[in-house]
């Protein structure tokens, strides 16, 4: 029971370790110290929605390696061979699943009208309040990706 316990322990730090930030405020390594476009409009729409979740074997590679522990358990004899095998299968699928699932996160599509009359649209996490008629700033990288922040 104990190392069923450490392996979820070890399993749930793993998929949280997976979330990758959609932020319009946390930054990347590689975003630090580069300059970035500035642009400033308004907000014209915001439309709630989530982003997917992370899709990495970690989800069902700790789900199956739980389900085999698990399953270990519970079969005796020859039994026991196929009880490891079919907790791992089930575990695989259950951690995939269960890692999409803790990785979504809710998000806003943010359509922004820009001083200089361009309108943009930007999908991001939904961690800063929007609404239609706030200024805001946007900021674009060298890569295309643009970030929504309040003014």
């Known amino acids: 029971m104990n190392t069923v316990l450490a392996a979820l322990a070890v399993s749930g730090l793993l ?3 997976c979330a990758s930030s959609r932020s319009g405020t946390t930054f990347s390594r590689d975003e630090a110290l580069r300059a970035q476009r500035t642009y400033f409009g308004v907000i014209e729409t915001v439309k709630e929605g989530k982003i997917e979740g992370t899709k990495s074997p970690i989800g069902a590679i700790a789900g199956g390696v739980l389900g085999g522990v698990a399953g270990r358990t519970v079969g005796g004899g020859s039994g026991k061979d196929v009880a490891t ?4 299968l089930a575990g695989a699928a259950v951690g995939a699943i269960a890692e999409e699932a803790v990785t979504r996160q809710k998000a806003y599509s943010l359509t922004v009208k820009l001083d200089d ?3 943009i649209t930007v999908v991001q996490s939904a961690d800063t309040a929007f609404v239609p008629g706030q200024r805001v700033r946007a ?8 970030r929504i ?3």
Do not use: F, K, P
């Not at 900021?139 to 643009?146: K, P, S, V």
């Open 15 to 17: 998929m949280s370790g």
């Open 85 to 88: 095998v079919g907790g791992a």
């Open 117 to 119: 009359g361009r309108i």
């Open 139 to 146: 900021l674009e990288t060298d890569a295309g990706r643009w």
């Open 149 to 151: 922040q309040t003014e």
